[in-house]
């Protein structure tokens, strides 16, 4: 399985952004999807994830209420809409892919990595 991650940019405290993660190749092994970001000097941490009929949906804390994961498998692509993003959302996303849910906010939970988006929103 492939991804590739896109939608980054330089945007304003406030403003809104979608990533895109695409995937290809053996896409139907993978169960679930999720985002990391991981800011400079900072470990990788979860920002949401979503299961393979999207019915399933997780989301950490600090992006609850104005991030929105969603899922196009038509188009084998993620979604990450982000509203009101804020100075400290700034960071490189990256989109992963497991073939289990269980531990979908740990990094190692997931198989396959994409090479990430740098976000960075200027206050």
């Known amino acids: 399985v492939q991804l590739q991650a896109s939608g980054g940019g330089l945007v304003q405290a406030g403003d809104s952004l979608r990533l895109s993660c695409a995937a290809s190749g053996r896409t139907s092994s993978t169960y679930i999807t999720g985002w990391f970001r991981q800011a400079p000097g900072k470990e990788r941490d979860f920002v949401a994830a979503?299961?393979?009929?999207?019915?399933?949906?997780y989301y950490a804390d600090s992006v609850k209420g104005r991030f929105t994961i969603s899922r196009d498998n038509a188009k084998n692509t993620v979604y990450l809409q982000m509203n009101s993003l804020k100075f400290e959302d700034t960071a490189v996303y990256y989109c992963a892919a497991g073939r289990h849910g269980d531990g979908y906010f740990r990094p190692t939970n997931y198989d396959y990595w994409g090479q990430g988006t740098q976000v960075t929103v200027s206050s």
């Open positions: 979503i299961s393979w009929s999207g019915r399933s949906t």
